[in-house]
């Protein structure tokens, strides 16, 4: 089991940058792949980037390619998603979510946190 807890959203311009925090607890963090989900308002949920166990191989959505940057620091027990030019359409709740390895889904997630983007 491991608890998710996520920080660092708020209201940014567009253009502007943020970094997403997930402090992970419980079983040792660093046997989690690490995902960033996010789900904006009468939208399904979509795919940000996920991290493997060591943090060597990411994978990033196409909407955030180039932008957003997912890493790791496993003695810290925590997931980052810097977040650089972003656009109004990145205005959601944003999720991190941890699976074992083999694992199809994700099933521990955080409560999330809001991302705002103003034009």
């Known amino acids: 089991q491991v608890q998710l807890v996520e920080s660092g959203g708020g209201l940014v311009q567009a253009g502007g940058s943020l970094r997403l925090s997930c402090a992970a607890s419980g079983r040792t963090f660093s046997s989690y792949i690490m995902g960033w989900f996010r789900q904006a308002p009468g939208k399904e949920r979509e795919f940000v980037a996920a991290?493997?166990?060591?943090?060597?191989?990411?994978s990033n959505g196409n909407s955030v390619k180039g932008r957003f940057t997912i890493f790791r620091d496993n003695a810290k027990n925590t997931v980052y998603l810097q977040m650089n030019s972003l656009k109004p359409e990145d205005t959601a709740v944003y999720y991190c979510a941890a699976k074992t390895l083999g694992g199809p889904e994700y099933p521990y997630w955080g409560q999330g946190t809001q991302v705002t983007v103003s034009s």
């Open positions: 991290i493997n166990r060591s943090g060597a191989s990411t």
